[in-house]
């Protein structure tokens, strides 16, 4: 499935585009008058955890995942080495519209979200044992910039919808713009 992202201003519009909480295209360049099609299903991603122990970054393996997920950072305590090791194992989540991130470390852990080789995202987690989400449901959340004005955002539950870049005709002042869904 894709949606169509259209540009009807004189201006380049970025576009960016979320599937509840998590960044499908963030900034994707439209020129005017053009259009840019977007799957809107969700890439295959990874997540790898960060936390700092003692004054040391520790850095976890990746983990690759589709859809809901959930993931738990740990420090784990390696006896016959006198030491210990961080991290990151995949746990079982409680809802199929989540991605669920959670801790059981002191300090506050980044769980670094990658999808086509680049981090998309990242979640700070400060709380022990207490999940923290991303929103994966089918609700698409779209803004653009456009001259170096950010619209309002617009939500639709359509992963075919086409958003369409527009000047604002209203009573504003001239040189605004908003999407519209069609």
């Not at 499908?24 to 936390?51: K, R």
């Not at 995949?90 to 300090?107: A, D, R, W």
């Not at 910039?145 to 369409?164: E, K, L």
Request: overall charge negative; hydrophobic content about 40%; glycine content about 4%.
């Amino acid at each position: 499935m894709s949606m169509n992202l259209t540009n009807k201003t004189n201006y380049q519009a970025y576009f960016t585009v979320l599937k509840g909480d998590m960044l499908i295209a963030e900034h994707l360049p439209v020129p005017p008058e053009s259009m840019a099609e977007l799957a809107t299903d969700l890439p295959p991603a990874s997540v790898f955890a960060t936390t700092v122990i003692q004054g040391n970054t520790y850095t976890s393996a990746s983990q690759s995942f589709v859809g809901a997920a959930g993931f738990l950072a740990q420090v784990k305590q390696v006896m016959q080495q006198g030491t210990f090791e961080f991290d990151m194992i995949h746990v079982p989540y409680s809802n199929p519209n989540q991605l669920q991130l959670q801790k059981t470390c002191v300090g506050p852990v980044i769980f670094s979200i990658r999808q086509n080789d680049q981090v998309t995202q990242n979640v700070v987690v400060t709380d022990d044992f207490i999940p923290s989400t991303l929103n994966i449901s089918d609700t698409y959340t779209v803004y653009a910039v456009i001259n170096g004005v950010t619209t309002d955002a617009i939500q639709t539950s359509n992963p075919q919808a086409a958003i369409n870049a527009v000047v604002d005709t209203g009573v504003l002042e001239s040189g605004y713009f908003l999407l519209v869904a069609s």
